[in-house]
């Protein structure tokens, strides 16, 4: 484990873009506690992070644009086939009515964000609108998820501070309870001392 976190911290700019490029909510929060820690600044996380997800989107809007134009690229064709070309239609209407909108809120579901991007292309989205949309979601994206990776950080330290408090003022309860105790039995030893 301690191996596996000393790669990840030596190779985080690296492990942040693969991590980050279709999915990464994981790494992406391991990187927000890396810049907590201070291996990172959030705004370098946060350049890396949107940089990839806006070329992994862009990558699968273009298969999707491709397999639209006949092209057939054999990665296209597998992604169509996995997604369903029933869906893609269904989605069309969809697309037609939330266009830009759709294309901000698929980044934020996990699982179908390669999806999202490649029914924009294959429903021929104008790239331009679908660049502009998908740069803020993924800058959102980046956002929300690596902020909470630095929250978490946060918390982490808090709750631990929390658990040393706790621990203290146990101490200090039993000790006080001990002291009181060892205080009344001396006192009832004196008064029967006192009384014999």
């Known amino acids: 484990m301690e191996t596996f976190l000393q790669y990840f911290v030596e190779y985080r700019l690296l492990v942040i873009f693969f991590g980050t490029f279709i999915e990464g909510e994981v790494v992406l929060i391991a990187g927000g506690f890396l810049v907590y820690e201070g291996h990172l600044s959030f705004p370098v996380l946060l350049s890396v992070a949107t940089a990839a997800a806006v070329v992994g989107d862009n990558l699968f809007f273009w298969l999707g644009r491709s397999h639209r134009a006949g092209a057939k690229h054999p990665w296209a064709a597998r992604l169509v086939n996995f997604v369903g070309e029933h869906r893609l239609f269904k989605g069309e209407q969809f697309l037609r009515r939330h266009g830009g909108k759709s294309v901000f809120f698929v980044r934020f579901l996990y699982g179908l964000r390669f999806a999202g991007a490649m029914t924009a292309g294959y429903l021929g989205m104008g790239f331009g609108r679908f660049f502009a949309f998908n740069l803020i979601g993924c800058v959102s994206w980046a956002l929300l998820i690596g902020g909470s990776g630095y929250l978490f950080g946060r918390s982490l330290e808090a ?38």
Do not use: M, Q, T
Not at 161 to 167: C, F, H, W
Not at 182 to 194: C, F, S
């Open 159 to 196: 709750i631990s501070k929390g658990i040393r408090l706790a621990e203290i003022a146990s101490l200090l309860v039993v000790g006080g309870l001990v002291g009181i105790y060892l205080v009344d039995r001396w006192r009832r030893k004196k008064a029967i001392g006192e009384s014999c």
